[in-house]
C-alpha cells in the first residue's frame, strides 16, 4: 500500500503465527545478507538502503532492531537522523546522507532520513516554503540516481492512528525507563498532526518512484507491523537477485 489511507490499522496476526512467520523472515534475510555480502558465493550483491518514516511512537525502533537484531553486526550499519547541526546546515540538505550509504554488498538502515525537508522542516518552518517545495525533485533526482546504480531502496512509512499514538504516548509518560523518550516537541508535533498528515501525503505522492516505492505499514499492532516489514525486505531482495 502507499497511501495513508489504504492502510488498514485493524490488521492483527495471532500471537503465535507472527512469532512464527517472524523468525522464518529473519532467516530468511540472514541468507539474503550473506548472499549479498559475498559470504555464500563469490561475488558481490547489489547495496541495501532501508529507509524508516513514521509516527512518533509508530514503533521505528523496534521495528529496525528485529531487522536488524539477526544480522552480524558487522554486515549491516544502523544510522539515527536528527536536525541538522551547524556545520551539516551549510551544506546542501542531502549531503550529510551521502557518508552513510552502502556500497556494493552493503547494507544500511536508516532511522529518519532525507525526508525530514518535506516533513518536519516543512512543518516547523525550518526549511523555506521554496526549499522543500523543490526537495520533492531533488529527492526524486537523487533516489534514482541510486537505484540506476543498482542500490536496492526500500522506503517504510509506519502509521498509527491518532488514537493509538496518544496511549503510547501516556504509557511512556508513566514508565521511569521509558520517560526519555518523549520530549516536549512530541507532544507539539501532536497538536499539528493534521498538517503533517498533509505533509506525509504530498510525501508520498510525490516522492513514490517504480524504483523506489513507498511502503505505508499498519503499525497499529506491533508484532503484525514487524513481520510485514520483514517479509517486505526480504521479497524485494529476492526480486532484485532474480
Same mark, same amino acid.
Given at each position: 500500500?502507499?497511501?495513508?489511507?489504504?492502510?488498514?490499522?485493524?490488521?492483527?496476526?495471532?500471537?503465535?503465527?507472527?512469532?512464527?512467520?517472524?523468525?522464518?523472515?529473519?532467516?530468511?534475510?540472514?541468507?539474503?545478507?550473506?548472499?549479498?555480502?559475498?559470504?555464500?558465493?563469490?561475488?558481490?550483491?547489489?547495496?541495501?538502503?532501508?529507509?524508516?518514516?513514521?509516527?512518533?511512537?509508530?514503533?521505528?525502533?523496534?521495528?529496525?532492531?528485529?531487522?536488524?537484531?539477526?544480522?552480524?553486526?558487522?554486515?549491516?550499519?544502523?544510522?539515527?537522523?536528527?536536525?541538522?547541526?551547524?556545520?551539516?546546515?551549510?551544506?546542501?540538505?542531502?549531503?550529510?546522507?551521502?557518508?552513510?550509504?552502502?556500497?556494493?554488498?552493503?547494507?544500511?538502515?536508516?532511522?529518519?532520513?532525507?525526508?525530514?525537508?518535506?516533513?518536519?522542516?516543512?512543518?516547523?518552518?525550518?526549511?523555506?516554503?521554496?526549499?522543500?517545495?523543490?526537495?520533492?525533485?531533488? *529527492?526524486?533526482?537523487?533516489?534514482?540516481?541510486? #537505484?540506476?546504480?543498482?542500490?536496492?531502496? *526500500?522506503?517504510?512509512?509506519?502509521?498509527?492512528?491518532?488514537?493509538?499514538?496518544?496511549?503510547?504516548?501516556?504509557?511512556?509518560?508513566?514508565?521511569?525507563?521509558?520517560?526519555?523518550?518523549?520530549?516536549?516537541?512530541?507532544?507539539?508535533?501532536?497538536?499539528?498532526?493534521?498538517?503533517?498528515?498533509?505533509?506525509? #501525503?504530498?510525501?508520498?505522492?510525490?516522492?513514490?518512484?517504480?524504483?523506489?516505492?513507498?511502503?505505508?505499514?499498519?503499525?497499529?499492532?506491533?508484532? #503484525?507491523?514487524?513481520?510485514?516489514?520483514?517479509?517486505?525486505?526480504?521479497?524485494?531482495?529476492?526480486?532484485?537477485?532474480?
Amino acid at each position: 500500500m502507499k497511501s495513508l489511507a489504504e492502510a488498514d490499522l485493524s490488521t492483527r496476526l495471532p500471537k503465535k503465527q507472527a512469532r512464527r512467520r517472524l523468525k522464518a523472515a529473519q532467516r530468511r534475510l540472514v541468507e539474503l545478507r550473506l548472499t549479498l555480502g559475498g559470504q555464500l558465493g563469490r561475488t558481490l550483491g547489489p547495496p541495501v538502503c532501508i529507509v524508516f518514516e513514521g509516527w512518533d511512537a509508530a514503533g521505528k525502533g523496534g521495528a529496525i532492531k528485529r531487522l536488524v537484531a539477526p544480522l552480524d553486526a558487522r554486515h549491516v550499519r544502523v544510522a539515527q537522523f536528527a536536525a541538522p547541526t551547524a556545520d551539516e546546515k551549510r551544506h546542501h540538505f542531502l549531503w550529510r546522507f551521502w557518508p552513510v550509504l552502502p556500497g556494493r554488498g552493503g547494507m544500511a538502515v536508516l532511522d529518519r532520513s532525507w525526508y525530514g525537508r518535506v516533513l518536519v522542516e516543512r512543518i516547523e518552518h525550518f526549511a523555506t516554503e521554496a526549499e522543500w517545495s523543490r526537495a520533492y525533485d531533488e *529527492i526524486a533526482d537523487f533516489e534514482r540516481g541510486l #537505484t540506476a546504480e543498482g542500490m536496492i531502496l *526500500i522506503k517504510f512509512f509506519l502509521h498509527i492512528s491518532d488514537v493509538e499514538q496518544l496511549r503510547r504516548f501516556e504509557s511512556r509518560q508513566r514508565d521511569e525507563l521509558r520517560a526519555w523518550k518523549l520530549t516536549d516537541e512530541d507532544w507539539r508535533n501532536r497538536d499539528k498532526r493534521a498538517d503533517y498528515y498533509q505533509a506525509v #501525503t504530498d510525501m508520498l505522492e510525490r516522492t513514490d518512484r517504480p524504483a523506489a516505492p513507498w511502503t505505508v505499514i499498519a503499525a497499529e499492532h506491533k508484532p #503484525t507491523a514487524r513481520v510485514a516489514m520483514v517479509e517486505h525486505v526480504c521479497e524485494r531482495i529476492e526480486q532484485a537477485l532474480h
